[in-house]
């Protein structure tokens, strides 16, 4: 990357920004879907700016909003840590962050706190969600693990995450194998961190901080 290129234009939203002010704990989110959206729109890698993915086939959402943490990639180690995967998706990890006052706007970068995951295959093909809630949401900011959030918070998602590729008549690609907590979430967080590096071991700018 041409670091002059890189200070006069926007920042790469996956490699541009900073991971989190305490990883695994404290981590930037980088919001691409809103519950509002009925269009998945993904990070382009190339450009980082938002492109339309895919409409959504049905009228299922997803209940939080949605996104990934920069500076991360799903790789081996991330596989390592999800059974009966054959390798993990290659992307950013990705991270649903709860807010209790209705954000609509994506293309924007939050501050949270990992409480928990979910362990997903799609297609065979690792592909965790980590759980988080927004840093000073006057809710939620008080949830430390998985269990300090309501259960219909949980099965919400994994109804979302187990149907968003659904095409009726066929089975779904995805399945939730695992729910768990911090102290698994925070395994994954690291290795996401890990496999990045290994990844892209060559010095970049220094990340900038987003909000």
Request: proline letters at 9%; a negative charge; hydrophobic letters at 40%.
């Amino acid at each position: 990357m041409d670091p002059i290129r890189y200070h006069l234009s926007r920042p790469h939203p996956w490699h541009g920004l900073r991971t989190g002010d305490d990883p695994p704990r404290l981590v930037q989110a980088f919001i691409e879907i809103t519950p509002f959206d009925l269009v998945k729109y993904e990070v382009d890698k190339e450009s980082g700016y938002l492109r339309v993915d895919r409409p959504q086939r049905t009228s299922s959402t997803p209940p939080m909003l949605y996104g990934f943490i920069p500076r991360t990639l799903c790789a081996a180690r991330v596989a390592a840590l999800s059974s009966n995967a054959a390798c993990a998706d290659g992307d950013p990890l990705d991270i649903c962050v709860l807010s209790e006052r209705p954000i609509n706007k994506s293309d924007i970068a939050l501050d949270v706190r990992v409480v928990g995951g979910l362990q997903m295959l799609d297609s065979g093909e690792a592909d965790d969600k980590i759980i988080a809630v927004l840093i000073g949401d006057p809710v939620w900011d008080g949830a430390r693990d998985l269990a300090d959030l309501p259960p219909l918070v949980i099965e919400r998602l994994q109804h979302y995450f187990t149907t968003y590729k659904l095409t009726i008549g066929e089975a779904s690609p995805a399945t939730i194998r695992d729910v768990y907590g911090y102290d698994r979430a925070s395994q994954v967080v690291q290795a996401a961190m890990a496999d990045y590096l290994a990844t892209y071991p060559d010095p970049l700018p220094k990340p900038l901080g987003g909000v």
